[in-house]
């Protein structure tokens, strides 16, 4: 079952795509968060793939009222990867980018995610667990959720940045699965650090990169991004990832 519904949070009603499973039971839920584009057909795709595998999907849209993801779209892509237009196409996607790098946002984010879980385990068919799954900005609010949510069952951010802040870290109770491509630089070059820091506090956290990969390459529509070897493997080791930290029923 699949349709398109608003979630009422502390800062307004959002847009949100749901899917679960056609048969009547009892499922674990998952929060689904969007990459910077929205809710986008690709990631509507996604939750009826994981609602496909048994899981009760909210996939809500974030962003769409910053008017980021009109200003926001693969042309600017192409310009950055093009070394002529690159610096100009980085300032432009800098100031597209504005409205949702403010503290105030960030704060109401998790605030609305927070009222998506809620729905979630409300539904009847909930078994009562909540993981997240998350693509580049959704990646980094995965990381968020895991924070601040005591009580979530698993997380896993796929290209997102995760704080360095050590006392953050710290308070993550749940296992936490992300995925890297070596060619995303910037997330490469934090990955050690972030590796040692959760070691250091004990966190269960298992970092998968792929080789001859980069940012994004799980999206299927960005086809100059797109690594089926490393989406294909990557989408194994999750539904294994949950399958061993989710309780049974």
């Known amino acids: ?14 847009p949100a795509y749901w899917a679960e499973p056609d048969a009547v039971g009892k499922y674990p839920t998952m929060v689904l968060i969007h990459e910077v584009w929205g809710l986008t057909e690709n990631i509507k795709d996604i939750a009826r793939r994981f609602a496909n595998e048994g899981y009760i999907v909210l996939a809500p849209d974030l962003i769409s009222h910053t008017g980021v993801t009109e200003k926001v779209d693969a042309s600017i892509m192409a310009e950055i990867r093009n070394p002529a237009t690159r610096d100009e196409a980085q300032k432009k996607l800098r100031e597209a980018m504005t409205p949702i790098r403010t503290p105030e946002f960030g704060a109401q984010t998790l605030d609305r995610l927070k009222s998506c879980i809620d729905t979630l385990l409300a539904s009847e068919n909930s078994n009562g667990q909540v993981v997240a799954v998350g693509y580049c900005f959704g990646g980094t609010y995965a990381w968020q959720l895991a924070i601040n949510m005591p009580d979530l069952d698993a997380a896993v951010p796929y290209y997102g940045h995760a704080p360095e802040d050590e006392s953050l870290l710290s308070k993550i109770n749940c296992p936490v699965l992300a995925f890297y491509g070596e060619k995303d630089e910037n997330l490469m070059k934090q990955l050690p650090i972030l590796e040692a820091t959760m070691d250091k506090l004990k966190k269960d956290f298992t970092a998968t990169v792929y080789q001859n990969a980069g940012h994004a390459f799980f999206n299927d529509t960005n086809k100059a991004m797109y690594v089926k070897e490393a989406a294909e493997d990557s989408w194994l080791k999750v539904l294994q990832f949950f399958q ?5 029923e």
């Open 244 to 248: 061993q930290n989710l309780k049974s």
């Open 1 to 14: 079952m699949q349709n398109e519904l608003k979630v009422k949070t502390p800062h307004g009603e959002i």
